[in-house]
């Protein structure tokens, strides 16, 4: 297994601004993820983040919008830009410890006023 | 288009009882399937999974079962206690279908055991 924490926990925020997550390991793992979980609904990936490359972002999701950095195996941030309330969610980073298995950070809790 | 569904969106069992929780899926190229659960104010924790190779799979109390050919798959918790109060997500992958890592949802299941 991997320890996750993210920070902030939770935030609340004015629209109009932008705000970084930052999601950190207790090991070196090769891929890393955000999903996002919106109100009442499941967790829809965002991006994967592989050390190296460019993030790779799902259908629906931009990186001007999501920018997300990978400096090292054992660290990300993704930070929502231009926030809106329409990106209230909980955003949440996991790592794959094994082949398809993904462990979880706590997440954090983003409201946009 | 959701590709993983539960449609029971809670469930409630006394506590000593069985716990199924269901899942369906459309996507024939998934090969991976996993469970999740979820506390309020926590990440989702790992459960169970199974691979498409294999019909069933236990851990403990956990075990999920897998119908191919039905598309669907369950997770059978027994006995069941308070402490498994949560939402259980179903995931699924499916690297042949090229989606290397990447996990899609269900809408969860709201497990709800009463002592």
């Known amino acids: 297994s991997a320890v996750i924490s993210q920070k902030p926990s939770r935030d609340i925020c004015q629209r109009g601004t932008s705000l970084t997550i930052q999601c950190q390991v207790d090991?070196?793992?090769?891929?890393m993820f955000w999903y996002r979980q919106q109100p009442g609904q499941s967790l829809t990936l965002i991006a994967t983040?592989?050390?190296?490359?460019?993030?790779?972002?799902e259908s629906g999701f931009v990186i001007d919008k999501f920018p997300i950095s990978r400096p090292n195996l054992t660290f990300s941030t993704l930070t929502v830009s231009n926030m809106s309330p329409e990106d209230s969610s909980i955003y949440l980073c996991?790592?794959?410890?094994?082949?398809?298995?993904?462990?979880f950070g706590p997440g954090t809790r983003l409201t946009v006023t | 288009d959701q590709q993983v569904k539960q449609n029971s969106p809670s469930l409630s069992v006394q506590e000593g009882r069985i716990s199924i929780l269901n899942c369906d899926y459309t996507?024939?190229?998934?090969?991976?399937f996993l469970w999740y659960k979820k506390y309020p104010a926590e990440g989702p924790t790992f459960l169970i999974s199974?691979?498409?190779?294999?019909d069933k799979n236990e851990d403990g109390r956990f075990t999920v079962f897998l119908n191919k050919s039905a598309k669907h798959l369950s997770l059978h918790i027994v006995p069941s206690q308070p402490g498994d109060s949560a939402v259980y997500f179903c995931?699924?992958?499916?690297?042949?279908?090229?989606?290397?890592?990447?996990?899609?949802f269900g809408q969860g299941t709201t497990l709800q055991v009463k002592p």
């Open positions: 996991s790592v794959e410890v094994r082949a398809y298995e993904q462990y």
């Open positions: 090991s070196q793992v090769t891929m």
């Open positions: 983040a592989n050390q190296g490359s460019e993030a790779t972002y």
């Open positions: 996507n024939s190229m998934f090969d991976y």
């Open positions: 199974i691979s498409s190779i294999k």
């Open positions: 995931a699924a992958s499916g690297v042949s279908s090229g989606n290397t890592g990447k996990l899609i």
